[in-house]
C-alpha cells in the first residue's frame, strides 16, 4: 500500500476534527476539549504499535488526526 495514505488519513482527521473536537471546547471549555483529544490521541496511538494491518493503520492515522485537535 501507498506511504503516502497515512499522510492523507491523517489530514483528514484534522480536518474532521476541527469541525467537530474544536466545537466540544467552545461549549465545555478548553479542558475538556484538550482531556478528550488527548485520551484519544494517546490510546489509538498505543493500538498503532500492536497492529499489523495496513487498513487498521489507516484508520488510527485518521483517529489519531481527530485527536491532535484537541490539543
Known amino acids: ?22 466545537r466540544i471546547g467552545d461549549i465545555y471549555g478548553r479542558r475538556p476539549g484538550f482531556i478528550f483529544g488527548l485520551i484519544i490521541q494517546s490510546s489509538v496511538t498505543l493500538a498503532f504499535l500492536f497492529t499489523t494491518s495496513h487498513y487498521y493503520a489507516y484508520a488510527f492515522c485518521f483517529i489519531i488526526g481527530f485527536g491532535v485537535t484537541g490539543k
Open 1 to 22: 500500500m501507498a506511504v503516502g495514505f497515512f499522510g492523507s488519513f491523517f489530514l483528514a482527521g484534522i480536518v474532521l476534527g476541527s469541525i467537530t473536537v474544536t
